[in-house]
């Protein structure tokens, strides 16, 4: 195990925001008037001017060496941008980012390959960007061809390689250089199965190291297997920074309340679902227990009657998407709307539910698979808030608890 001496975080980012300007020749024109004033010695002012936006605002945190951070957000939240500031490839507004150590990035991989080089040239020049000698790079080639599996084609022009064959080249030079901290920037879409499982084996192999790494992916069934912690923006700003199971939850939560209410016209009947909601208690004050049982009550309003309609009712994950459904018509349950107002009532037994922000949506449909009504995407939201999952693996995790039973062979 790699050994730290020091107390001191590998990264100090304090009260760090970035701002930009949606008009680019309003943009150039602020950065000239922010270069002159530096030359001066002066800083620019601190309200936003015309056009412009905050990227990231006031974002504070610490990284202990060995520490792995989650950096969770929504699309446009501002992680891409935290981790380009961390890097070095831009300069916060405000605040300061003090860094120890080596850093490395894989923010997007492959991007610096020259694609008429070869990949084994490729890999002496990347490893001397990222700071390897000729010997140092000489010593890990074999190892980092070996697992990025290109043997075969490693003295073949870069530009013959598939996206996913530059890719796995530029995650074993990356991992195999090892620095002090590591930023990984939604690379487990790796190559397939098999190899994205050894990127987990390798990254794990890292954090036990004692190396610090900050990861951004949107899985939090993948996120959950290597990080001790999660910090989570919203709205471009820092609103957790904590233990990683209760930030995935407060992540999904964000979600679910930036998701709409979305509905659809209906081209054949005038029915529409008006509400969908939880009616039932949990069995604790603050959210349902995996097994616990959830009812549910759906309002339906038409104007005309309409006989066998077909409900179908689905529980979606704001992280992984619809996790499955249920419908009327399977069980033979009959569904006849009358006006104006139907409501009927689903009681799911035994949640089979793991931690996590949840929420169900519906679709009506008349008789015929195709006579459409309505449908709400995201309707009644809950949360299952316990039993904890286990992040290594050795009892629970992930988002569906399976019903099994052990005995010996």
């Not at 001397?128 to 290109?150: C, N, P, T, W, Y």
């Not at 073949?156 to 064959?165: A, E, K, L």
């Not at 009959?334 to 949840?358: E, H, W």
């Amino acid at each position: 195990m790699r050994l730290r001496l020091s107390s001191q975080p590998i990264l100090d980012v304090d009260r760090v925001s970035k701002i930009y300007c949606r008009q680019l020749q309003r943009s150039l024109r602020y950065g000239m008037h922010d270069l002159l004033l530096q030359a001066i010695g002066r800083n620019r002012e601190a309200k936003l001017r015309p056009g412009e936006f905050f990227a990231l605002k006031h974002v504070s945190f610490k990284l202990q060496p060995g520490e792995c951070l989650a950096l969770l957000g929504a699309n446009g939240a501002g992680k891409s941008t935290l981790l380009k500031l961390i890097n070095g490839l831009l300069r916060p507004d405000r605040g300061t980012i003090r860094r120890r150590g080596q850093l490395n990035a894989m923010i997007e991989l492959g991007a610096g390959f020259n694609p008429l080089l070869s990949g084994r040239e490729n890999t002496f020049v990347n490893g001397a960007l990222l700071g390897l000698s000729r010997a140092e790079v000489l010593q890990q080639f074999d190892s980092i061809v070996e697992f990025a599996e290109l043997g075969h084609v490693i003295d073949d022009p870069v530009r013959t390689y598939s996206t996913g064959m530059r890719m796995r080249l530029g995650f074993a030079i990356a991992t195999h250089t090892r620095p002090d901290l590591l930023l990984i920037d939604e690379v487990f879409a790796v190559g397939d199965v098999r190899f994205r499982m050894r990127c987990f084996e390798k990254i794990m192999q890292l954090r036990d190291s004692g190396i610090s790494l900050i990861v951004v992916a949107h899985a939090i069934n993948q996120l959950q297997r290597i990080s001790n912690r999660a910090l989570v923006l919203d709205q471009h700003q820092a609103i957790y920074d904590g233990p990683f199971d209760a930030g995935a939850r407060i992540y999904e939560e964000s979600l679910l309340r930036a998701e709409p209410d979305q509905k659809a016209a209906s081209p054949y009947h005038d029915a529409r679902i008006a509400d969908i909601r939880i009616v039932s208690s949990p069995t604790q004050n603050d959210g349902w227990q995996t097994r616990d049982s959830l009812s549910i009550e759906v309002e339906i309003h038409c104007q005309t009657s309409l006989e066998n309609a077909c409900l179908r009712l689905f529980v979606r994950s704001p992280g992984l998407g619809i996790l499955g459904g249920f419908a009327n018509h399977a069980t033979g349950f009959r569904c006849d709307l009358k006006p104006s107002v139907t409501r009927f009532r689903v009681t799911i037994n035994q949640l089979p539910l793991l931690m996590g922000a949840y929420s169900i949506g519906a679709t009506l449909y008349g008789p015929g698979p195709w006579d459409y009504c309505d449908r709400v995407e995201t309707g009644a939201k809950f949360q299952i808030v316990g039993p904890p999952i286990d992040p290594n693996g050795f009892g629970i995790d992930g988002s569906i608890e399976f019903q099994h039973r052990w005995e010996g062979a």
